[in-house]
């Protein structure tokens, strides 16, 4: 059960009244995690910064019709899933994107798997359904709860569901062929 | 991999680019956002309808006269401004503008929004230009602060002005002593200084050591730059292999992968080769055999 905060809708009211110092504050609390979904999603920083852009002007203007009845972190989710979407649909992701993946790994070589593994990980999710591989990152790469990536998705939980699961078997399959993508499965 | 999850760790934005994204979606807002809009309602739909005819009249009163959200235009020199929100907007003069106990004297061709009172502390705003602004000792009050960018400078009681050219934000101090927040670095810039301080003029001196080159920055450049720029990526990539340091193996590897994508089959396999008789166990070998097998 999603418990709505009330100081959430005051926030969400100011913003609506264009409030410029209730639209940065929303914008400081939430920046880092619309980043972390977006990024999660496609793996790559590289059009990160227009996305950014649009994903807050998607939640900004949509605020006028946040009806409280969920936290506005998931309100917010469902506009950055959607920027996402549209993104996904409407461009060929290129396989290189995913060179600027971080890692905390210490050594040389294990930076090294480490990228290469999310390399290969992208190129597969490059090739799922944008609905699959949306419930999929969400789910099992940013560890969102079935309930909230249906709620993100506008999707009931037994589709969301189905979704991660096709997914997964899409990738297992992949994996199966590309000992890397394996290797790096399992190691994470 | 049944349920398990999978580990990407996010890398983060520079400060620069977080910069780009606030100015593009602040420029963008007031258009976007201004105009009739319907306000979030936390009340089923009857309770709304009841309560509609009620907040006529409280609309009229509480937005009417006190202008909450349109800019607040500034006929004279001197105005003061009732505290609770303003947004100040000036053209090509300055304007004076009383908030609270304080004095704000706004620089022309600037924009800011205040909010508060002295009872609750108050919050200015800077989105462009510049402001001076004298603050009567608070009394243990809350502080009056100031946010330009990613700048925030917080005030006790004392004279200052901060100005504001995008991300470039200056401070300067005439009495008193205001704390400056940017990031993690917190400082405190006392009377007749200035934030940032000029950087000293730097000193040649024969024996300066040669600037230190991080080829993993070098290296995530020409990642990002190869289907931009693949002649500045291979540049880049040979640099970084050719120096030999720790990310000499995987630029040699990246040199010769690029070189076969863009066609150069005889180059490529020759730096694929040459990758696996400098690094047979490296952490690319099975891709560089890979790639020379197809």
Known sequence: MLRVVPDDLDLAERC???????????????????????????????????LLQEAFLEIFRSLGSYRGEAAIGTWIDRCTVRVAY????????????????????PSVERKAFAREGVRRLYEALNQLDAKQRIAFCLHVIDGMPVARVAASMDATVVATKV?????????????????????FMEAT | ??????????????????????KGVFERLPAEVEGPRAVPSRLPIWIAAAA???LVGICAFVWWPRHTTAPIALPSPSTTVP??????????????????????????ASELVATGDDGRGV???????????????????????????NVRVQVIGTRFSVERNGSDVRVHVDDGTVRVTNGADVVDVHASEDWP??????????????????????????????????????????????????????????????????????????????????????????DAKSLLEK
């Open chain 1, 86 to 105: 549209r993104w996904l649909r409407s461009r060929r992701v290129f396989l290189e994107l995913a060179h600027d993946v971080a890692s905390t790994e």
């Open chain 1, 163 to 183: 979704r991660i699961f096709r997914a997964r078997r899409a990738l297992e399959l992949r994996a199966a062929k590309d000992p890397v993508l394996e290797d």
């Open chain 1, 16 to 50: 609506v009244r264009g409030d410029r110092v209730a639209q940065r504050q929303l914008f400081e609390r939430e920046k880092r995690r619309v980043h972390a979904i977006l990024y999660r999603l496609l793996g790559t920083n590289g059009p990160m910064e227009d």
């Open chain 2, 197 to 286: 301080v000029a950087p000293p003029v730097p000193t040649v001196t024969h024996s300066a050591l040669p600037p230190k080159i991080d080829d993993e920055a070098l290296f995530e450049r020409a990642a990002r730059s190869e289907r931009t720029d693949p002649d500045g990526a291979l540049q880049l990539y040979e640099g970084i292999a050719t120096r030999g340091g720790a990310w000499a193996p995987n630029a040699l590897f990246a040199e010769g992968r690029l070189e076969l994508d863009r066609g150069h089959t005889a180059n490529g396999r020759r730096l694929l080769e040459l990758y696996l008789k400098r690094y047979p166990r490296g952490a690319n070998a099975a």
């Open chain 2, 1 to 22: 991999m049944s349920d398990e999850k999978i580990r990407v760790d996010v890398p983060s934005l520079p400060e620069s680019t977080w910069q780009r994204v606030e």
């Open chain 2, 123 to 149: 919050l200015v705003v800077l989105e462009r230009g510049s402001v001076k602004l004298h603050v009567p000792p608070r009394a243990g009050r809350p502080p009056l602060g100031v946010q330009a960018g």
């Open chain 2, 83 to 108: 505290a609770s929100t303003s947004h100040v907007v000036t053209t090509d003069a300055p304007a004076s503008v009383s908030f609270g106990e304080s004095s704000l004297d706004v620089g022309p």
């Open chain 2, 52 to 54: 509609a005819i009620g």
